[in-house]
């Protein structure tokens, strides 16, 4: 229900060419905004479900303001449903600033929490040009994002079934193995042993709904696949991050859809910090820190970058001579695996930057010591000339 609470004075001829700020504070049922004058002064303030009723009221009380000479700017904290609510406004032709939440951090720390002060306050910092905004990526990126995430949640679904199976036949003292369950073949062997086994015949009964549920996940993601695969057919930066050793299609799509467009980052190192593969940095009078990664920034990024490198080791027949693999197996017998392959997924991060900056394919000649890069590259002179 609708609720609209009149605070400040009618509107009269003064209100011309004058700015209106617009705090937004918005939940999933509702949300509450502040219309905020040029002099700080709370005009009005309001609730309004977010239906389509709700959306109506609001422009409507929006479009009064427009009509009275206001010009109207709105700011809302990055949501699950701002995109949508960010797209109503700018329908509406109202400009929306989309804030971002880890930079503006007044709303969360204030020791009054309402929703009426919050979104006084976002219409307050609003007025003041002082909001961090939050860029949001575009709807293709949007819409690819939603299938890889659908895919990714019924893979790890798959992953807790088949694990479901492997303790169900642990109990009954059948040991499986890992892989044992990824054919179609192999499940089918398992459940006839089960039912010709006098003892454990009742485990197929088990058994079979599960097994029955793991093809259907197969399938649907399948489908999914199929989907990726038209949503990126023509894309460009899919098809340079493909020719990567070790990078199918769903990693490439997944950094194509989660940095979104590469001329947002100035650096190879802005890029990192994006991903969250960069280490905190605590600087004091003289003395520098350096810690572990931050972490922020898109976690499905930072895996498709993990996994762009393990594809890589999985690929050593090719890319065992490059560089950055052999300051990978240098750095594993020291660290670790773990910590070596964050690290050389920080690298990759670089190597994945040039290539889309640069709009060149992977060249693997550049990834190889310099004394075999120009060998490679003097060999292949000599193979141009004598053609």
């Known amino acids: 229900m609708e609720s609209i ?20 504070d918005l939940h999933k049922t509702q949300f509450t905004v502040c219309f905020l004058g040029e002099k700080r ?27 009275s000479g206001y010009v109207l700017q709105a700011a809302v904290e990055s949501t699950g449903n701002a995109r949508y609510f960010r797209n109503k406004l700018l329908v509406a032709g109202i400009d929306v600033v989309v804030v971002n939440t880890l930079k503006f951090k007044v709303v969360n720390e204030s020791v009054k929490k309402t929703d009426k002060h919050d979104a006084k306050t976002l219409a307050e910092f609003l007025e003041k040009e002082m909001l961090p905004e939050s860029v949001l990526c575009s709807q293709e990126s949007e819409d690819l994002r939603r299938v890889l995430k659908t895919r990714s949640l019924l893979v790890k679904t798959t992953v807790s079934v088949k694990n479901q199976v492997h303790g169900l036949l642990l109990g009954y003292g059948i040991e499986s193995k890992r892989g044992q369950l990824q054919s179609k073949k192999e499940r089918q062997r398992i459940l006839n042993g089960l039912e010709d086994h006098e003892c454990f015949g009742n485990a197929a009964k088990a058994v079979v709904p599960l097994f029955d549920t793991i093809d259907q996940l197969y399938a649907q993601v399948k489908k999914l ?16 991050l493909m020719t990567i050793p070790g990078v199918g299609i769903i990693t490439a799509s997944t950094i194509r859809a989660y940095m979104d467009d590469i001329n947002r980052y100035d650096s190879p190192k802005k890029f990192a910090s994006y991903i969250g593969l960069a280490p905190w940095v605590q600087n004091s009078n003289e003395t520098i820190h ?13 895996t498709a970058m993990v996994q762009s490198v393990l594809g890589m080791v999985r690929s050593s027949k090719t890319t065992g001579n490059y560089r950055i693999m ?7 017998k ?26 060149e394919p992977f060249d693997p000649l550049r990834m190889v010591p310099d004394k075999r890069y120009m060998e490679m590259q003097a060999a292949a002179w000599n193979v141009v000339k004598a053609g």
């Open 326 to 332: 052999s300051k990978y197996r240098v750095m594993k």
């Open 41 to 67: 002064q709370m005009v009005e303030s309001g609730i309004f479900s977010t239906n389509k009723s709700g959306y109506d009221d609001f422009l409507k009380k929006a479009k009064e303001y427009s009509e």
């Open 225 to 240: 696949e199929i989907v990726i695969e038209e949503l990126v057919l023509e894309d460009k930066d899919v098809e340079l």
């Open 290 to 302: 350096h810690g572990h990664i931050t972490k922020r920034g898109p976690v499905e990024l930072r």
């Open 334 to 359: 020291v660290k670790g695996s773990g910590q070596s392959i964050i690290a050389t997924a920080r690298k990759m991060s670089t190597i994945v930057y040039m290539i889309l900056k640069t709009r």
């Open 5 to 24: 609470h009149r605070i400040g004075a009618v509107l009269n001829d003064r209100s011309q060419n004058m700015k209106m700020s617009i705090g937004v």
